[in-house]
């Protein structure tokens, strides 16, 4: 008895060895196979928007429709300043980015239909184009579109690691946080301030590295504006943010 379990020990003893040995082949495959990984995680693209201060003013025919980075008063009726910074923080260059801005169309769609009868200075002359009316008794007034995320695409050939370009708020986002904050004014008679905050938008990067592997990163946007009854410095009649972060 004693015998057989001396054997069995015994045999267990020289089969460590082996067994050791197979568990720090598993182990170093597995540094190995977590080293690249973490190598290949590192050196990709990684694109980010720089969070942005801005201030509204309506133009020199009254339209609030400027959103402009500096505080002094816009006078040229046609200038625009909607650019967001575009950073590419990784350590590799990110080819064919296909740019997508996510909202819910109709929730915008059902928030400016609201201010029409509210505000008193809102036409709606078809689903998705509005008209701001220069005074309530006019049957014509500056015309703007809340499209379809659809129809807010758009594309960039590469971005190399640590370049900056310029890309455009798009026409949607732009009308909504230009005109939404002083038809709510309008709606609630012009009081003193009034702060709004909306988490309605994202981004959405689709690229390529140079191996050709495909990536998607997409951003979340915050938006806070403070808007005021009576215009302050520059005409303005609000002071706002763009805040990103990773959804």
């Known amino acids: ?5 001396f ?3 015994t045999d267990i003893l020289v089969r460590l060895p082996s067994i050791f040995s197979l568990a720090a082949i598993l182990i170093s495959i597995f540094v190995l196979f977590e080293m690249k990984k973490q190598r290949r995680e590192s050196c990709k693209p990684r694109l980010f928007i720089k969070n942005k201060n801005f201030y509204l003013q309506r133009n020199p025919n009254g339209t609030p429709c400027f959103l ?3 505080s002094d008063e816009i006078k040229d009726l046609y200038r625009y300043d909607n ?3 575009l950073h590419n923080v990784g350590l590799a260059t990110a080819h064919t980015i296909h740019i997508k801005w996510e909202y819910n169309h109709k929730r915008l769609l059902d928030e400016f239909a609201k201010l029409v009868e509210e505000s008193g200075m809102l036409k709606r002359t078809n689903e998705s184009h509005f008209e701001y009316l220069f005074h309530s008794e006019e049957r014509q007034g500056y015309g703007f579109i809340i499209r379809s995320p659809t129809d807010e695409r758009s594309e960039l050939a590469f971005i190399r690691s640590g370049d900056t370009i310029n890309i455009r708020i798009p026409e ?3 009308n909504y946080v230009t005109f939404m904050p002083y038809l709510e004014l309008l709606s609630r008679k012009m009081p003193y301030k ?5 988490n ?3 981004v959405k990067f689709e690229f390529l590295d140079i191996s050709g592997t495909r990536h998607i990163q997409k951003l979340k946007i915050s938006i806070e504006i403070s808007e005021y009854g009576k215009e302050f410095h520059g005409k303005n009649y609000g002071i706002g943010t763009f805040s990103f972060s990773t959804a």
Not at 1 to 5: E, F, N, P, Q, R
Not at 194 to 198: I, K, N
């Open 1 to 5: 008895m004693l015998g057989s379990i």
């Open 7 to 9: 054997i069995q020990f």
């Open 68 to 70: 402009k980075e500096e």
């Open 83 to 85: 650019k967001l910074e």
């Open 172 to 174: 949607t986002v732009k």
């Open 194 to 198: 009034v702060d709004l905050q909306s």
């Open 200 to 202: 309605e938008f994202s």
